[in-house]
């Protein structure tokens, strides 16, 4: 029985073989690239936060824990991945500054190469910083959990940083690594962890379940001929073509994507200015944009402010620094609590065909009187 939608047919008994109960605390998955390790290792995280015990099947996706993960806002998943993964992780496909270069990464993945090569990195600061933070109980208490991928792109003085953790495991923590070269990375990394090894679908598995995913995208016109032929170019790696030929029909509605990309960036600026915010004028001007986007990115401005509030550091934002601590001042953080609910209330029906320009006025008049107004 498939566990998940998330797990690839071919990885389904690499999942039936964990053992929840017993979890190590690393383990390396490695395989060839675009096979589906990176959302079965996802999905992995996501079960190890599972707070139903009791559940027969993991993640359960009933659970406060699994609805935090599943608006990637979970306080003890933390993901080092290159820009070029991040937006694959649960709606994680907004980031206010980054969002016009990410936008060019969703749809256009022949980028030239030396953009390519940067995006490719896990930043250092970010791995430090992440290990380091190790050090502080996990937020609710249970499993914290970290996904490195790719790891043979860590440079050498994070791997020692990793290294140092994987010698003397924090309690409760528990690191997912991937790679698609597992020769390249460090032996003594290796040696301290549970490999595990992702094999490859044959041609049959791989087309069926190719061309099953595409069948699901409204629009996406190819011949089994084209499907084909791409699959064979990409080496047999189905999770690959998936995500070209997701781009190349992607192309075609770049308006819709600029629009979303200026309105999130004016949405922003005008959070930034706390009670001095004209919420009607940002409704006004941000409206048009895909609700999803906007609330995705509240959420994460939101959720930043939260932890500066808390003597943290932003997440999302950490250019906006002192703007956030600026506000953090003013703010009263029981309205902030009061608001993230209303922003996970919003998410849950930002499907719904209803008047947006209402509902975005009505959030963001809440959202100034945070401050005070
Ligand atoms: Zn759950």
């Known amino acids: 029985m498939n566990p998940s939608a998330q797990i ?41 936060l599972c707070e139903n015990s009791s559940a027969a099947i993991r993640p359960c996706k009933q659970c406060e824990a699994c609805h935090w993960f599943d608006t990637g806002n979970h306080p003890d998943f933390i993901a080092l991945v290159p820009e070029t993964h991040r937006k694959l992780l649960p709606h994680a496909d907004y980031e206010g500054d980054d969002a016009p270069k990410k936008g060019k990464s969703i749809r256009d993945d022949d980028a030239e190469s030396s953009e390519k090569k940067e995006k490719k990195n896990i930043s250092i600061e970010e791995t430090r910083s992440a290990i380091e933070n190790l050090s502080i109980g996990s937020h609710r208490g249970g499993n914290r959990v970290i996904l490195i991928y790719p790891l043979e792109m860590l440079r050498s003085d994070s791997a020692n940083t990793l290294l140092k953790s994987l010698e003397e495991p924090p309690a409760s923590t528990i690191f997912i690594l991937l790679a698609d070269r597992v020769d390249r990375v460090l032996p003594t990394i290796r040696s301290r962890c549970r490999l595990l090894t992702a094999p490859r679908p ?29 699959y064979d170019e990409q080496g047999g790696a189905p999770f690959s073509v998936l995500s070209s030929l997701i781009a190349r029909h992607n192309k075609d509605d ?113 959202y100034q009187q945070i401050f005070g107004a």
């Open 8 to 48: 690839a047919p071919w990885l389904e008994p690499l999942w039936g073989g964990l053992d929840f109960g017993n979890f190590p605390n690393a383990i390396l998955l490695h395989g060839q690239s675009g096979i589906g390790k990176f959302a079965f290792s996802v999905e992995l995280a996501k079960a190890l």
């Open 202 to 230: 044959n041609r049959e598995q791989g087309l069926t379940w190719l061309k099953k995913q595409l069948s699901n995208i409204s629009g996406l016109k190819a011949s089994d001929a084209d499907i084909e032929t791409v």
């Open 254 to 366: 770049k308006d819709e994507l600029t629009i979303s990309i200026q309105a999130t960036r004016y949405l922003l600026q005008s959070m930034a200015q706390g009670v001095r915010m004209n919420w009607l004028d940002a409704a006004e001007k941000t409206h048009k944009a895909q609700y999803g986007f906007l609330l995705a990115s509240m959420q994460r401005w939101v959720s930043d402010l939260q932890s500066v509030s808390q003597g943290g550091e932003p997440r999302y934002y950490p250019k906006h620094l002192n703007t956030l601590d600026g506000l953090s001042k003013m703010a009263n953080t029981h309205k902030i609590d009061q608001f993230w609910k209303s922003l996970i209330q919003a998410r849950r029906h930002e499907n719904h065909p209803l008047a947006n320009r209402i509902q975005l006025e009505a959030l963001l008049s809440q």
